[in-house]
């Protein structure tokens, strides 16, 4: 979905007062959706935004310069796929139901604000997805047309049958069998071309199959062609539709060579050669019967995803060589357990990335595959794992997800599975997390706790650490600038992104003491450089919870004191959407801060209705410019506008700018002609631990 990505809302608002288009837009912000907002306040505005790229309209029922039932009218008639949500001042039934007569999907309360963020989110979402149906649609019909033009011209014999009966062949086919065109054998019953002694058994194979079976990865059988021959042959099944009908997709190959050394081949074929468990694409295939079943016939299966803990640092302590002698060692534990019991028969395992193993569990409800997590921690734990010449203990971080009807999709439940492992490893690892569809509530409220307690045990250790990113003047100022960035260190080396754990950080109250943590560190780190005579400026971001804070500012102070740092060398920076909502809380820290010097930066700058106008109210020292400007600069002339526009009326009201997430030396220039003042991204350098940028 959208909003879970990186995409940006397209929003088309239609209100009386730009004030309250702002607070719409700011809600929207403020749950984390990226919004790129145009209002229109006429018909004619209106007609000309609806002529470039949107994704969904916002219209107050109770405009008065352009009313809902003509702006309704207009989104109607543009011809595109658009979404129209009424914004109410009250709602009553009359309301209702006009604006849904009038062509609204929905209707949202204006002073409830998370009743418009539902709308939002669920139309957006249905967007979305029937986006992505017509893109998978015409994706399905160019794909029809490819295979059928590779079938053709496949050395593979292969047929379509429906019902027993052929319906395509290619010529490969026609070939093998003696026939020179398709019209001699379509409506022909495939049994016709299987040899008496095996028909009968051929034929509760394709009952099976009817009833939505499984069939065999190979089926050997003897065949026989137009004049009778016999021959040994192999068939492999896939489900498949042809001409919008579904069908059997039946490849036939003639076997030359012993039948057992053709099914040791194909079981070679189908496995990882390192741990002995089936390989990736065998796995998928059983993997997208399982989803098929799920779909189709309501069947519960389980998915597990197992990778074990701290790998690169096992690697570093048992030689990279080991590598392979690793994961064989782990597979064969895992295969060990799965053969065991009331196992054996319904679990598969199998090799599904460079270190992650996976295991389907088949017939399985909720309460087994939790359960088969439990035992495979416990076989994990059971004992040292022998490794080559050495030994060692090994935890795993398991994610899984319950494969039933509401989540039949392949690319779903991978991706739920790893969100599982990712997610048991960013609290420790040495547990799991399984997706279940019918409780994601209980499963978010334990990732919740979880990462609750890490936060708590972060905040009371210590563990929050800051990186640096230059930011680099571009008229000749030397001076030494960066960004100080917070991550999240667990203890095994691999950092954690504020954006994995900032949203429940907010809900548990624990952004002040982020905020109090990340801001002694950057003083103190300031407090050192000047101290090696090298007087560096940092950028820190503060979170909305400063503004609530009235003691931040007296901390900031005594922190500037006992670290010997004037207050000119600090940059305290907040996001242009929390301080459009929080203008007078934003003025009354601006000026608290001010006592003690230090300079105040705006973010995600331009993304506003007006952001110019917070300007007439605040004045920031910096303003940084919305990256969605940015990342596409050398190839958007409005985009070029929008930054020229920024760094000249900042420049007339004597306050710097900022472009973040520079990508290529093409935006580099385009940046320094508009008058930017600093530049920073992966282009001119990476975030790091220390700040060893040469600005001369």
Not at 650 to 669: F, N, Y
């Amino acid at each position: 979905m959208s909003m879970k990505q990186d995409n940006a809302l397209r929003l088309l608002i239609v209100d009386d007062r730009v004030e309250d288009a702002e607070a719409l837009v700011s809600g929207l912000r403020n749950a984390g959706i990226a919004v790129r907002p145009v209002r229109a306040a006429s018909a004619e505005e209106l007609s000309a935004a609806l002529a470039g790229p949107a994704d969904l309209v916002l219209a107050a029922f109770s405009a008065q310069s352009l009313p809902f039932a003509e702006a309704a009218h207009l989104v109607a008639s543009c011809g595109k796929d658009l979404p129209l949500v009424a914004i109410a001042d009250q709602l009553d039934e009359a309301l209702y139901d006009a604006a849904l007569t009038a062509g609204a999907r929905a209707v949202a309360v204006r002073h409830r604000p998370q009743q418009v963020l539902s709308q939002v989110r669920n139309e957006w979402a249905d967007l979305d997805a029937r986006r992505a149906q017509r893109r998978l649609e015409a994706r399905v019909r160019e794909t029809e047309r490819r295979c059928d033009s590779l079938i053709e011209s496949s050395r593979d014999p292969i047929a379509y049958i429906h019902e027993g009966m052929h319906i395509r062949a290619n010529a490969a086919y026609l070939e093998m069998f003696g026939y020179g065109d398709f019209e001699d054998i379509e409506g022909m019953s495939l049994l016709d071309m299987i040899a008496p002694q095996h028909v009968e058994g051929f034929k509760q194979l394709l009952k099976s199959m009817a009833k939505g079976e499984a069939p065999p990865p190979r089926y050997e059988v003897e065949a026989r062609d137009l004049e009778g021959n016999a021959f040994p042959a192999s068939m492999e099944f896939t489900q498949a539709q042809y001409e919008g009908e579904a069908c059997l997709q039946v490849v036939f190959r003639r076997q030359e060579f012993d039948p057992e050394l053709a099914q040791e081949l194909e079981e070679l074929r189908q496995r990882d050669q390192v741990t002995g468990l089936l390989n990736r694409p065998t796995f998928l295939r059983s993997l997208e019967d399982a989803v098929d079943d799920a779909g189709q016939n309501n069947g519960q299966h389980g998915l597990l995803m197992i990778e074990p803990d701290h790998y690169h640092r096992l690697l570093q302590d048992i030689g990279l060589e080991a590598a392979d002698a690793l994961l064989a060692s782990i597979g064969q534990r895992l295969q060990a357990l799965l053969q065991q019991g009331d196992l054996a028969g319904r679990a598969v395992a199998a090799r599904f990335s460079e270190h992650t193993l996976a295991v389907l569990l088949r017939g399985s409800d909720y309460a087994g595959t939790c359960a088969l997590a439990e035992r495979i921690l416990a076989a994990f734990a059971a004992d040292v794992f022998q490794i080559g010449a050495r030994s060692s203990v090994i935890t795993p971080s398991i994610g899984g997800v319950q494969i039933g009807e509401k989540i039949a999709s392949v690319s779903q439940v991978l991706a739920k599975a790893a969100q599982g492992v990712e997610s048991s490893s960013g609290v420790g690892g040495n547990r799991f997390e399984v997706f279940d569809p019918a409780a994601v509530d209980r499963a978010e409220e334990e990732h919740v706790r979880a990462w609750v307690a890490r936060l708590r045990e972060a905040l009371d250790n210590g563990r929050f650490v800051l990186h640096y990113q230059p930011v680099i003047n571009l008229q000749g100022d030397t001076g030494a600038t960066y960004e100080a960035l917070m991550r999240l260190d667990p203890g095994d080396g691999q950092l954690i992104a504020p954006t994995s754990f900032l949203q429940i950080a907010e809900e548990h109250d624990l952004l002040g003491e982020i905020d109090r943590a990340v801001l002694g560190q950057a003083i103190a780190a300031i407090g050192q450089r000047l101290a090696d005579n090298r007087p560096t400026t940092l950028v820190v971001k503060v979170s909305q919870a400063a503004l609530d804070d009235p003691q931040l500012a007296e901390f900031i102070g005594q922190q500037l004191q006992a670290h010997g740092v004037p207050g000119e060398y600090l940059v305290l920076q907040l996001p242009e959407a929390k301080v459009f909502t929080h203008l007078k809380a934003t003025q009354a820290f601006a000026e608290a801060i001010g006592r003690f010097d230090c300079r105040l930066s705006l973010e995600q700058f331009g993304m506003g209705l007006d952001s110019f106008q917070l300007l007439a109210h605040l004045k920031p020292n910096l303003l940084k410019i919305d990256r969605s400007f940015i990342e596409d600069l050398p190839r958007s002339a409005e985009s070029q506008t929008r930054v020229r526009e920024i760094a000249n009326r900042a420049r007339e009201l004597g306050i710097r700018t900022i472009a973040e997430h520079v990508q290529d030396a093409a935006s580099m220039s385009i940046l320094f002609s508009s008058g930017v003042d600093y530049v920073q991204g992966y282009f001119l350098a990476t975030p790091g631990p220390t700040m060893n940028y040469d600005f001369e």
